[in-house]
């Protein structure tokens, strides 16, 4: 059953039903799902512990939604279609019944691990049905996954394993991506030398490049699924039991593993993804993120799998072996709706129209963008070239933290302006604050973007401290959840995403604290001070520029320059490396000694000439330096 809106009108009335009585809503929607036993109470909150609690004590397991529910109706669809990184090499179709015997069977090899309820499980994979299989595994033995992007360096993966105390690691000896081929195993292996919590790692076999298996710790995938019954009855999940960790930079140095659970998540990610996508049975949808990011989690896995959907998982890069290989894929298995990055639209765009000219694209009926801010131009080309003005673009506004899309049109029946995410969906309640604490109220005001009440998507906690969650996003505003974005609303109502607000950085549509990146700087023994800023960036969005203070020893500044780079790859992964480093003599600080990053990042832009008043800096000099300096 779906409970999708087909109207205008609808939508309206549906929006308006989910504000006044936002309890009746939800539950509603929720009814629409097997739970083990129903809930007591829908809802307990209050954004000052904060302390949230959808569905109380209602039992299910997640995966019974995908699964079974979907079992003796449609078993035979595919739910996931797999595209590898060759495409002279064979696909691979798991349809909903395939789906249900790989992932019990694999639930059964978790309990021979000896993985129990609340352990915590980390997948580090490739893009194979195998880390999907993995992960709903993980959620049908009761088990937390934290999917941890397979670019991350072994010291990001040792430092996850070590906040969460991962007991299992699911992996792969190695990834293919374009033209390379990419140890993964290899990484995990440094990770977990450096850790003292894990207890067995599997491995999938992928590239079937050399790795190392050491007794009694790694066991192959295949060698342990082997003979595995292929029934599994599910745990019985409590609604608000953790479901994953998934973690996510912000403006401090270290990542924090946002925590969600299992009924509200489940309500939401499908409610949201039936919606915005308006998908009829048997369409073909198609989501290019990686699962290590949380649109990969919402809206490659558990969105489209519990709306019985089938989705389209591809393994490779937008440009290998070919730029048109995204619209090859579409051609291929008649894509309906098709959701990327700005960042993805904006480096194909770049390869002009020619590698589009072969493909139809006839069967495509909705665009999505995610990610980041979305500019009028990428929007234009993507309407017209790809979309051939016939296909409605969702731009949808949300974060890790959202769990699932919170302002977007929905497709076909919201009218759409280029880069306007548009308005909220139903039951979801937005404020615009002013720095004062005060809400802008009407149209045709600027301000932060914070969400008033609570929706069952919503982060519950960070794990392992409370106090952040509650100082990160329920600190700043009042009885508030704070997004970090700055949002204009037009005079129309209709919501424009500007940007962060905090020292938080978006590289092709990846979150980047710059203090993360700063302490991986750091860390290079030749540099004695650091700050990093953002600056616009054709393709990327944003890029990062970092500018270093360095005892330079008898280096070059070129060597230095490669040197510091490789350390910043090693410490995070190669997508935290600046794309320009510029030695400096010193940086505009304050008399404190804040660094005055207003002025790092006009200067990175470009925009000499509104630094405003330099001169009471400490050392106003170095802005004039740096000028010179800038690279
Ligand atoms: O700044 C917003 C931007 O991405 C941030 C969330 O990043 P992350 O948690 O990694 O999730 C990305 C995928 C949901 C937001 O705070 N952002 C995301 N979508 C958009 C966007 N900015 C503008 N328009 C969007 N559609």
Known sequence: MSDRIHTLSGYFHEYQKSVTQPEEFWARIADSFHWKKR????????????????????????????????????????????????????????TYSDLYREVCKFSNVLIEQGVKKGDKVIIYMPMVPEAAIAMLGCARVGAVHSVVFAGFSSNALSDRID??????????????????????????????????????????????????????LDHWWHELMDGKAETHLAEEMDAEDMLFILYTSGSTGQPKGVVHTCGGYMVYTKYSFENVFQYSPGDVYWCTADIGWITGHSYIVYGPLLAGA?????????????????????????????????????????FGTEPIAPYSLESLKVLGS????INEEAWHWYHTHIGKTRCPIVDTW????????????????????PAYATLPLPGIHLAIMDTEGKELSGNSVEGNLCVKFPWPGMLRTTYGDHDRCKQTYFAAY??????????????????????????????????????????AINEHPLVIESAVVGYPHEVKGQGIYAYVICDMKNRTEANLIGEIKDTVTKIIGPIAKPDKIQIVPGLPKTRS?????????????????????????LDPDVVDKIIEGKV
């Open 39 to 94: 809930w007591d109470k829908i809802l307990e909150w209050d954004f000052e512990g904060p302390n949230v609690k959808w569905f109380q004590n209602a039992k299910l397991n997640i995966t019974e939604n995908i699964l079974e529910r979907h079992l003796f109706t449609i078993g035979d669809r595919p739910a996931i279609i797999w595209e590898p990184n060759d495409p002279e090499e064979e696909g691979r179709t798991l």
């Open 163 to 216: 906040d969460c105390g991962a007991k299992l690691i699911i992996t792969s000896d190695g990834n293919f991506r374009g033209n390379k081929t990419i140890p993964v195993k290899a990484v995990v292996d440094e990770a977990v030398a450096r850790t003292s919590t894990v207890e067995s790692v599997i491995v999938y076999q992928r590239t079937k490049q050399e790795v190392v298996m050491k007794e009694g």
């Open 310 to 350: 089938t989705s389209i998982m591809f393994e490779g890069v937008p440009t290998y072996p070919h730029p048109g290989r995204f619209w090859e894929i579409v051609d291929k298995y008649k894509v309906n709706q098709f959701y990327t990055a700005p960042t993805a639209i904006r480096a194909l765009q770049a």
């Open 370 to 373: 995610v990610g980041e801010p």
């Open 398 to 417: 949300w974060q890790t933290e959202t769990g699932g899309i919170m302002v977007s049109p929905l497709a076909g029946i919201t009218p759409t302006k």
């Open 478 to 519: 009042k009885g508030m959840y704070f997004t970090g974005d700055g949002v204009k609303r037009d005079h129309d109502g209709y919501y424009r995403i500007l940007g962060r607000v905090d020292d938080v950085i978006n590289v092709s549509g990846h979150r980047m604290g710059t203090a993360e990146v700063e302490n």
């Open 593 to 617: 000694g804040k660094i005055m990053r207003r002025i790092l990042r006009k200067i990175a832009d470009g925009s000499m000439d509104s630094l405003g008043d330099t001169s009471t800096l």
